[in-house]
């Protein structure tokens, strides 16, 4: 070893021994502010790193205007507003003219908030600036271009469901929020094809105005010079009328809940666990942004250390206390993990925010946790973008200034008992509500631990589901009072309709056939069915929405799922829906030829749409479908009935043989046998 | 307003001549605030002083990865780039020596246990008692560790963004730090690479399992790139899985990964980069001190596969639950190739951007695509490799149409269809990428420290530019000709198992 290399050797010093030079101090740039007559705010900072000028107009709108059957409605106003081009210059011409001087210009509008940006050589500001404003007032919305927005947003929607991450948060948002919350609802195929022309005008007319713009520019510019040219040019925007930035109250209840998605192309589950959070204006803010650091923060929170770096369970594990600035934001912890060790990472998981709760933090805990805080604080502003960005959002969401700079000093005073409090206060490990997006044969019965599982149907309704056409409604009412008197030629029925059949199913083993008596009284809503399967004779029974079952002595209660599907059925027979007519929204929407054969189409609208194909010389419902959910095949499928060979007995008629199928796939097949009113 | 194509153009010449200024002057400017030094031992440094705000960014780059994995361990580059975060024989641990005996005695258990478990006829008792034995010392072993302390300490001092990647043909490993606290990265950093101590070997493989279910397994994106690369390359290990198939993820050792990272982790394989307020000075003297006495005794392998000429198309379908996605390769060149601007800019010409000629024809006019996607270098650029296409169809539009429609595409480009204007807004945005991204003190350093670890000239980054100046209509006629061609081509699709029309026959 030589001489010198034991010096450098010398020099050396561990982690812990270095002493560090006092940091270089950043001047905070100015922001140069200042508003037009129209409204608009202004916010500027020179830059001459670079020669490049950014200018972001951010707009106070947002998909929180929007109606939930026009959901998408700002995301293609967003698009279109940039890719239709101006009255001016066409989207094709301004594309190219763009691209041929590197310049950007990009429109969106998200939930609570619209933007505009240009990014430019400088010298190209000028020349561009004049277009940049034509995009903000004049935009064409060309039809070509919508339909080409709405075209990419359903191939969106119908890839949605193969990213199990994406899966985990859009139907953990629904839970929390609920579905049809402007916070959680789907864009679907059906509220894609609501949005109109008009939609898209009003939208942009009423949201890019002077009272809802900021102006931000960042660039090489001279705040003088450029000053007169942003003045003339923002003047040409009308003021119109300031957008409030008003979000939905959320109505949470609390509850313990655990619910399920099943996606068979996985291995691993995605876990989303949590309740409602709190909002930005809460006192307590500063306390809980030490709590979810202590809980998740890099490597260096409990979740990483322990779920991941100890347990090995997980590549990804996180969560946190959501504070909005509009709205409450969620309580949140998230993991991925192997389909084997769903269970025990929820556990985990469990376990660490109870723990929040249970027990203090140590005091070295604390400091280090705050120390993360107070020495990355340097990053906030490492730029003087992020300067002049900070203000803008701050403005935005109508915070002080110097809101920050006052959540430093009180996260400095925060203390072991603080973060122990708040948890206490806005935690609630029993009342969580657990989504789990994974691969059901994996899983198993793991999730049972945590109570009665939920299965959540995450198909695509498809627009026909929700068709808006509206049908005839006198037509319909009359198609069904014509299918009441053929199927009950007595014109009513009292007593007990019993009926013996033969079911044959198809199974994977093969065919299997059951024997069936089944007993229905439409007066009391009872439903008696005497099934002999190669185990045994099975019982079931319905009365009054109780349900047993019985076999070989013993009785049981019929699971909710069951009862759900037999009552569905009950609701679905011929006869119940000619007793009671009255009570349903049909209507009559056409002629419609299926295999050859022309039926009367009447469209039973109700939770479940039902679709009747009535023979339109006996108008006996010839074909029944429905979609619904299968968990079988983990997907909605159209179920169809077939029915044929009607025979009258005891003044009520009944299909002596009908098939269904799914997805054009037959399941089964009834053979009735004989049938009569007691 | 009104906008004829004549002042456009007119924008676009003094454009041609500006931007060339511009950038020359950000060649020279930029050039004045880099400091490059090697020291003796071969470590190469490149400081750039940027004081836009007190802080700084570090790379250590490294010019191994996935390619130079031995056979039966695929996965170990990235292995080995998790275990670089457990700390050193003074990090991480209460008493490194003991923690040191059951390590060894762990992995010791675990290479039993394995040799066991792949005989012919394994003995059951004695995999058991191996097994036991290795939970036994990783159970002991586990009781030393200060979980994450390497993290703990950096993220302490307000480090940000502590990660590392590894690739088929790199590895980096990068965070930044308050500008004033640039020494603890020398200390950390050096002992880190100078002790790794395969901490918690075992637990980081299941991690690692986890991150190749997310990444891969779960995901079709994942499973389509994994499968179309075993298919697309029959020698090179550009065909291998990354993140490691998950038998040779269990048959590796940390034995296999300490003689990974002695015959690959060299001096001359580190490049390392900091850019930020800090002085080029007191850097090179930091280095001097942290990294100076670290010798290295050999040369490190290179690989010397060279993939095989195709002897015909290759074609694969996944059938899955997942919405259909279509994949396309060609052999070409490595970026090191004179053909590899002409690619580059083609893919450019193909994909980028809202005038580029697949975003105009499938996306937009004939709305067949939600997405179209060209690009050169994939997997990897430092040895050949391939241009591929990826495309994802509309609804209801099949994926034989979609394919049918690049290769007219291609063709058109064969006839020398593309025009001068198009070319020169190809090379136009791709130098005002280059200049917006020299705001980002991270991103330069990753780019800078690659650039000069691979090629072994930063300054490529700026005369890459001029190489892009040089390309003609030609050359992209002649090099679609050369390369896009049924023989170099692999094709890989998803198709929806519910879908009856997708199934589509070869070409």
Known sequence: MSLSFIQIADAQRSWDEIEYPPLNSFDRPDIEMFELDNGIKFYLVEDDELPLINLRVQVRTGGFLVPNEKAGLNSVTGTVMRTGGTTSISGDDLNELLEDLAARMETSIGLTSGSATMSVLKDDFDELLPIFIDLLKNPAFPENRINLAKTQLKSSISRRNDDTFQVGIREFQKLIYGAESVYARNTEYATVDNITREDIVDLHEKSFVGQNMMVGLVGDFDTHEIKQKLIDA????????????????????????????????????????????????????????????????????????????????????????????????????????????????????????????????????????????????????????????????????????????????????????????????????????????????????????????????????????????????????????????????????????????????????????????????????????????????????????????????????????????????????????????????????????????????????????????????????????????????????????????????????????????????????????????? | MKFSKKPVLGILIALLLLPVAIFSQNLEAFEENVTEFTLDNGLHFIIVERTVAPVASFVTFVNVGGVDEPAGHTGIAHIFEHMVFKGSKTVGTTNWE??????????????????????????????????????????????????????????????????????????????????????????????????????????EKDVIREERRSGVDSDPFGRLREEFLSIAFTAHPYGRSLIGWPSDITATTIEDTRNFFETYYTNENFTFAIVGDVDPDEMRELAEIYFGGIESTHEAPTVKTIEPGQRGERRFVIEEETQPILMLGYHTESQTHEDWPALELLSSILSDGRTSRMYRRLVQDEEKALAVQTATGFPGSKYPSLFITFALPNQGIGLDEIEEAIYEEFEKVKEGDITQQELDRAITNARASLVRSLNSNMGLAMRLARIQGQQGDWRRLFTYIDELQNVTLEDLQRVAEQYLVKERRTVGKIVNVDADDEVSEAH
Request: hydrophobic share 35%; aromatic share 10%.
């Open chain 1, 234 to 678: 923002f003047s040409e925007i009308p003021a119109g009328e300031r957008i409030e930035l008003e979000f939905p109250e959320v109505d949470y209840e609390f509850a313990h809940t655990i619910n399920f998605v099943d996606k068979r192309d996985v291995n691993q589950s995605f876990v989303m666990m949590g309740h409602i959070g709190g909002t930005r204006d809460n006192p307590d803010y500063a306390k809980i942004q030490v709590m979810n650091r202590v809980l998740s923060d890099g490597f260096s929170g409990r979740l990483m250390r322990i779920v991941r770096s100890q347990m090995g369970l997980a590549y990804s594990v996180f969560g946190q206390y959501g504070s909005g600035n509009f709205f409450p934001g969620m309580f949140y912890t998230g993991v991925r993990t192997a389909s084997e060790t769903t269970a025990e990472s929820i556990n985990a998981i469990l376990e660490q925010v109870r723990r929040l709760q249970d027990e203090m933090v140590s005091q070295q805990e604390l400091n280090d946790t705050i120390d993360r805080f107070l020495n990355s604080l340097v990053f906030e502003y490492d730029s003087r973008a992020s300067v002049l960005n900070e203000r803008m959002s701050l403005d935005y969401a109508g915070l002080d200034p110097d809101s920050f700079d006052r959540l430093v000093e009180e996260i400095q005073a925060v203390t072991v008992e603080d973060v122990q409090e708040v948890a206490q206060r806005y935690l609630r490990p029993d009342a969580l509500q657990i989504l789990v997006v994974g691969h059901g044969g994996e899983i198993g019965d793991q999730l049972e631990q945590f109570g009665e599982v939920n299965e959540i149907d995450i198909s695509i309704p498809e627009p026909d589901d929700e068709e808006e056409v509206a049908g005839d409604a006198e037509a319909g009412r009359e198609w069904l009072d014509r299918m009441a008197a053929a199927v009950l030629p007595g014109g009513g029925i009292s007593g007990d309709l019993i009926f013996e059949a033969d079911n044959t199913v198809q199974t994977p083993q093969g065919e299997m056939v059951l024997g069936l008596k089944q007993t229905i009284n439409f007066d009391e809503e009872k439903l008696i069915s005497v099934v002999n399967a190669p185990m045994g004779e099975i019982t079931m029974e319905l009365v009054d929405g109780e349900g047993k079952m019985m076999m070989g002595g013993n009785e049981m209660p019929m699971p909710a799922e069951q009862k759900e599907q037999v009552m569905a059925e009950y609701y679905r027979n011929h006869v119940y829906l000619s007793l009671n007519r009255e009570g349903l929204q049909a209507e009559f929407t056409g002629m419609e030829e299926i295999d050859g054969e022309t039926y009367a189409h009447v469209r039973i609208v109700d939770e479940i749409t039902l679709n009747l194909y009535l023979d339109p010389d006996t108008a006996l419902p010839a074909i029944t479908t429905y979609r619904q959910f299968d968990p079988q095949q983990g997907e909605r499928v159209t179920v169809k009935l077939v029915s044929e060979e009607w025979t009258e007995q005891d003044g009520v008629m009944m299909p002596y043989k009908s098939t269904s199928y799914s997805n054009d796939k037959k399941v089964s097949e009834t053979t009735v046998k004989s049938h009569s009113v007691e």
């Open chain 2, 98 to 203: 003991e923690e040191q005996e059951y390590i060894d005695r762990m992995d010791e258990a675990y290479r039993a246990w394995l040799n066991e478990k792949y005989r012919p006829q394994p003995d059951e008792d004695k995999m058991e008692q191996h097994w036991e034995d290795f939970e036994r010392y990783k159970e002991k072993a586990s009781e030393y560790v200060v979980t994450n302390e390497f993290d703990e300490i950096i993220s302490r001092e307000g480090a940000t963004g502590l990660n590392a990647r590894t690739g088929y043909d790199f590895t980096d490993y990068f965070y930044s730090l308050p500008q004033n606290k640039a020494e603890l990265w020398f200390s950390l950093e050096s002992d880190r690479f100078q002790n790794p101590v395969f901490r918690e070997f075992y637990e």
